[in-house]
C-alpha cells in the first residue's frame, strides 16, 4: 500500500473504522484492515489509489475526528519548523502585550485580519507595533509570565521528534522576547523572530530589518532541509495564519493548526480537535514512544 490514512480522535470504535474503510472502499480506493496506533484513540488505514479522494471520503465525517492522508513513504518527519502564535502558544503576543497599553481590541482586530490573509503582513506588523510606541519595556517580562503559556502537546511533539532524531525550527513573525524563552522551554533547535527597536527602557515603535514573514518562513524550511540534506518530502510545517501557507505548502505534510479558513482550506492536512501530539499519530508514533514534555 503506498498512502496511509490516519483517525486521532478522544474515541474512536471499530464501528467509525469500518465505516472509514466503507467511505474509502466506496471511493474506488482499496485498503488494508485498520491498524491501531493506540486502542481508541489513533487508528492507521493503509489504502493504493488517490489520496485526494481518500480526504475527500474521510475529512468532516466522523464528529471530533482528525484525519491525515499522506504517503507512506517518508512518514515520520526529520525537520519540522512551526509558527509560534495560535500554534506553539495559544496566545498572539502583540495582542496580548497591547491590552498592557490599553489598545487590545484595536490591536487585535488587525491581528485577525492579517492571519486571515485580508492585509499584507509586513505593512500591519509595522502599524501594529506603532501603536506601541512608548510602552515600557518592562511590559514584555509581565506579558510573557502572566499572559504566554504553552499549547497542549507542544512540548511532546517537539522533544519526541528531536529525540528520534529529528531537527525542529520555530519560526515566528511576532518576536524574539517571546519567542527565544518559549522556543527553549518547548526544546526547539533553532528559534527565528522579529526584534522590537527599544531605547530608554521604551518601545520605539518600530521592527528591526529584515521582517520575519512567510517568504522567510518557507525560505527557512528550504534552506535548512537543504543543509541538513533532506527532501523536503521529510518535512513537516505547522501553522495557523496566512502567512504559514507558503511554508505549510513546501512540506511533505503542511499541517494547518486549529487555523484560520484561508489556510484550512489550502493545507493538505488540518487539526480541528486535537492538540498538537496528533502530528506524531500522523507519523506513526504511538503514545509509547513519546518523549512526555
Not at 515603535?205 to 534552506?223: F, H, M, N, Q, Y
Not at 535548512?224 to 505534510?253: H, K, Y
Request: glycine letters at 10%.
Amino acid at each position: 500500500m503506498d498512502a496511509i490514512a490516519t483517525l486521532i480522535g478522544t474515541w474512536l470504535d471499530s464501528d467509525m473504522l469500518l465505516a472509514a474503510l466503507a467511505r474509502l472502499g466506496d471511493a474506488g480506493l482499496t485498503c488494508e484492515e485498520a491498524v491501531w496506533l493506540d486502542d481508541c484513540i489513533a487508528a492507521d488505514i493503509p489504502f493504493t489509489g488517490d489520496m485526494a479522494a481518500a480526504r475527500q471520503a474521510l475529512e468532516g465525517v466522523f464528529e471530533g475526528v482528525d484525519v491525515f492522508v499522506q504517503p507512506a513513504a517518508h512518514r515520520e518527519k526529520r525537520l519540522i519548523v512551526a509558527d509560534m502564535d495560535s500554534t506553539m502558544i495559544p496566545v498572539e503576543c502583540i495582542d496580548e502585550l497591547a491590552d498592557y497599553a490599553g489598545i487590545k481590541p484595536q490591536i487585535a482586530e488587525v491581528t485577525e485580519r492579517a492571519m486571515r490573509g485580508e492585509l499584507d503582513f509586513a505593512a500591519a506588523l509595522d502599524a501594529r507595533v506603532a501603536l506601541l510606541k512608548g510602552l515600557e519595556e518592562s511590559a514584555i517580562e509581565r506579558c510573557l509570565a502572566e499572559r504566554v503559556t504553552l499549547m497542549p502537546g507542544a512540548r511532546t511533539l517537539i522533544r519526541t521528534m528531536r529525540a528520534r532524531g529529528g531537527h525542529a525550527v520555530l519560526v515566528s513573525g511576532g518576536f524574539t522576547r517571546f519567542a527565544e524563552p518559549v522556543g527553549a522551554e518547548i526544546g526547539f533547535d533553532q528559534v527565528i523572530a522579529n526584534t522590537l527597536l527599544i531605547e530608554d527602557g521604551r518601545l520605539t515603535g518600530a521592527v528591526a530589518r529584515p521582517i520575519v514573514d512567510s517568504a522567510t518562513k518557507e525560505a527557512t524550511l528550504r534552506a535548512v532541509a537543504a543543509e541538513r540534506g533532506l527532501d523536503l518530502a521529510e518535512t513537516m510545517a505547522v501553522g495557523d495564519g496566512a502567512n504559514d501557507l507558503p511554508m505549510i505548502r513546501a512540506a511533505g505534510l503542511g499541517v494547518a493548526y486549529h487555523a484560520k479558513p484561508i489556510v484550512a482550506t489550502a493545507a493538505g492536512a488540518r487539526v480541528d480537535h486535537g492538540d498538537l501530539t496528533a502530528l506524531l499519530y500522523a507519523q506513526g508514533i504511538k503514545r509509547a514512544e513519546w518523549v512526555e514534555g
